[in-house]
């Protein structure tokens, strides 16, 4: 009797599961209490969650987060189960219907964060590739455009303008605010007037971020689709405006359902706000805007069959489902398994609450840094139009200066590589209001020449 290599496969990988399961003793330990007998978080706790060195002060997590200990456990657990049995991948990949698919539960993980179905979200390493990804394989041709911001990063406007050098469509930049000091003093109004008036009739796409990292500005995103929603109105599907959202520094700070907010496309890593292990993001997309994109790079992602089966029958491409653009290929399986993890531990203290306290921090920042003689925040007060980032200068100091004096007090910052830089700190739930007292005694020395 002949035996079809998936069936094969799948008869192999099953005792290899089982193996897997009999010989693991590595089962991470029942989750720490976080919350007081009143059920309030427990800050301490929370920042014994994780291994940063207790010497330092760390406020650039935005950066590289710190993996908690439970997504340190879940890595650790997975990279013995493949050290032990790496045959198991092969199940991971190949029987997408399996209840315990590790792919399924991680987009059903990050759909139950963000709101919407996991079948809409594609599995990327970071949000650079996301945005690569989506701007690649947008449909562009010549006489239309993209429109971004003077204020988007490096990352987003690259992505763009390798698509349009590829497809002979234009690229135009729209400067939201007064450049390059007028974040600190716009407005909601301000921001959603001037975008308004850049789209065009031949703008195919808006690409936008949530939350800039060169000043902690967070655009009022919800209203901004409602005005590409508009637009959209009366025109034909292949100009269609799409809004393609980096949210990298809003997800895992904001209490938002990230669906709700109407971007065609949402791209972020997860491994800075959402604690989540280093290498892993997504992109959710919005069902009907999926069709729009081609993929890039062959899929391993086996929840719909339908691209697998046009290469094995050499068929025609079947129309972009968001499993088709997840990039395939070997990768470090331990971390993008231990995703679930992660989001487990937001809820574990809960959205509103995290929301809450780094809004609580950075509120303070903002407003005791204003008050520092020699110090300008660059970030808007107005906590609607702000985040966890916090964006200042120190007066007749480089901004690469006010770090390395910062980091010689063990405090650690950075500097945003943007043309016009500032300093930039950042209160997670890893941080303390000690924490934050302490980087504001350092600068206001700074300041003062000490």
Known sequence: MQLHRRSFLGLVAGGVVAGAAATDSTAAPPPRRLRDGNGLVDWTAVRGEFALDPAWIHLSSFFLVSHPRPVRDAIETWRRRLDA??????????????????????KAALAGYLGGSGENIA????????LALVYNGLSLRPGQEVLTTEHDHYSHHESIRRAVDKTGAGLRFVALH???????????AELVERLERAIRPETRAVGLTWVHSSTGLKLPI???????????????????CLLIVDG??????????????????????AHKWLLAPRGTGFILGRPEAWPELRPTVPSFDL???????????????????????????????????????????HHQLGRPQIAAR???????????LAKIPGVVVQTPQDPALAAGLVAFEVEALEPDDVVARLRARNIHATSSPYAVSFVRVAAGVMNSHADVAAALAAVHAIASGA
Do not use: C, K, Q, Y
């Open 358 to 368: 780094i809004a609580e921090l950075n509120l303070v920042f903002r407003t005791e």
């Open 303 to 345: 929840s719909d069959r339908s691209i697998w089966d046009a290469w094995i029958r050499r068929t025609g491409t079947p129309p972009t489902r968001a499993s088709h653009v997840s990039p395939g290929g070997f990768i470090a399986f331990e971390h993008l398994f231990a995703v679930p993890d992660a989001l487990a531990f």
């Open 222 to 240: 919800a209203e901004m689709a409602r005005v590409v929603a508009r637009v959209n109105a009366g025109r034909a599907a292949g100009d269609r």
């Open 123 to 130: 599995l990327v390493p970071n949000t650079t590739t996301g």
């Open 178 to 188: 007064d450049m390059p000091r007028g974040a600190a003093t716009t407005s909601a």
């Open 85 to 106: 049995n790496p045959l198991l991948i092969e199940s991971a990949l190949l029987d997408p219907a399996a209840a315990s698919h590790p792919l399924e539960r991680i």
């Open 248 to 269: 990298v520094h809003g997800v895992g700070v904001e209490d938002v359902d990230v669906a709700g907010l109407g971007a065609d496309f949402f791209v972020a890593g």
